[in-house]
């Protein structure tokens, strides 16, 4: 397992499941779509939309296109 990021701060957090453990699924506060105490993600950083995070629970290191900010535009 990768260690947690030195860069990462749980002031810089998002709420997008995990591709890699998936430990939202059984969330009932996830599963409403509200915002989690326990399933947040730490948001590395982003270049316009595309969003480099990392998972506390299983450190797992993805991007993930949000489909928000700048970006994409002719």
Do not use: E
Not at 9 to 30: F, N
Not at 48 to 57: A, E, F, I, V, Y
């Amino acid at each position: 397992m990768l260690p947690i990021d030195p860069t990462a701060d749980i002031g810089r957090r998002a709420w997008v499941p995990c591709p890699r453990c998936q430990d939202h699924q059984d969330c009932g506060t996830c599963r409403d779509g509200r915002t989690c105490a326990d399933h947040w993600r730490y948001l590395l950083s982003n270049k316009g939309s595309r969003l480099h995070l990392q998972c506390p629970t299983c450190a797992h290191l993805w991007s993930w296109d949000s489909g928000f900010g700048a970006g994409g535009r002719p």
